[in-house]
């Protein structure tokens, strides 16, 4: 069975829509490890964003 943990919003100062997808869930997959949680559904509006985690490739090197 599925269940709702929670959602993520923050606010964030930087200079592209896509730079702040990528922090957004860098911090969420940072706080599913704090959780321990091993089978997590992450969504996400950029689908260069979704595509980066899905086939596993490096995150841009700003962001690492």
């Known amino acids: 069975m ?3 943990i929670g959602a ?3 606010f964030l100062e ?3 829509a ?3 997808e990528f922090y957004g869930v860098i911090h969420v997959i940072e706080e599913v490890q704090k959780m321990g949680l ?6 996400c509006d950029s689908a260069l964003v979704c595509v980066v ?7 841009p090197w700003m962001l690492s």
């Open 2 to 4: 599925r269940q709702f």
């Open 8 to 10: 993520f919003s923050a």
């Open 14 to 16: 930087v200079q592209t």
């Open 18 to 20: 896509i730079i702040a």
């Open 38 to 43: 091993t089978n997590v559904w992450i969504e």
């Open 53 to 59: 985690f899905s086939v596993r490739t490096n995150v």
